[in-house]
């Protein structure tokens, strides 16, 4: 059996049914995304069990956040951290990290939370982007109040913009100076 059919069979048994996108992405796109470098998704399981069971897991990739046209020059200095201008032009776009899944396997709910999955998903980011670089990461996630908490508490802030009905809500996380890698 090959490295990707056992990663395959490993997934299908992974449930998410109070978000049904976080339980198709893991089972439909996510070895197609590492295949093709969009993103990279990390599982999350248990060490000192004898089986090898997903509990959750977490997305990383690159992204551009697009500045919203009704930013002032402080609110983009502020994300950009240096200017808000690049050559005379005012700043659309910045890189950033984008956090794009993270879920939790339902059938093993009591052996993780979902602070340790964000947790190890930090972690990983930290590790990157003292190899990288990088200022922001982002995430977008549905209107729901309980993820607006739940992403405050690890450091997040909502993009404060209008938002089309249909459209998932921005949080965006700005490293502190004492997580940035010093020479």
Do not use: W
Request: proline content about 2%; hydrophobic content about 40%.
């Amino acid at each position: 059996m090959s490295d990707e059919a056992k990663a395959q069979e490993l997934i299908s048994i992974f449930v998410c049914s109070k978000d049904i996108d976080i339980e198709n992405f893991i089972k439909q796109k996510a070895i197609m995304f590492e295949k093709l470098g969009k993103s990279r998704t990390f599982l999350v399981f248990d060490e000192d069990s004898d089986k090898f069971n997903i509990l959750g897991y977490y997305t990383i990739a690159i992204q551009v956040l697009k500045i919203p046209s009704e930013f002032s020059n402080r609110r983009i200095l502020k994300l950009d951290g240096l200017s808000a201008k690049r050559n005379g032009e005012i700043i659309t776009e910045l890189p950033a990290i984008l956090i794009g899944q993270i879920g939790k396997n339902e059938l093993y709910k009591d052996n993780v939370t979902g602070h340790k999955i964000m947790e190890f998903c930090l972690n990983t980011i930290f590790d990157g982007q003292a190899r990288l670089g990088g200022r922001l990461i982002i995430l977008e996630c549905k209107k729901v109040p309980y993820f607006y908490g739940f992403y405050e508490q690890f450091g997040f802030n909502k993009l404060e913009k209008e938002y089309q009905d249909d459209e998932f809500v921005q949080f965006f996380r700005i490293f502190e100076e004492n997580e940035l890698v010093k020479n």
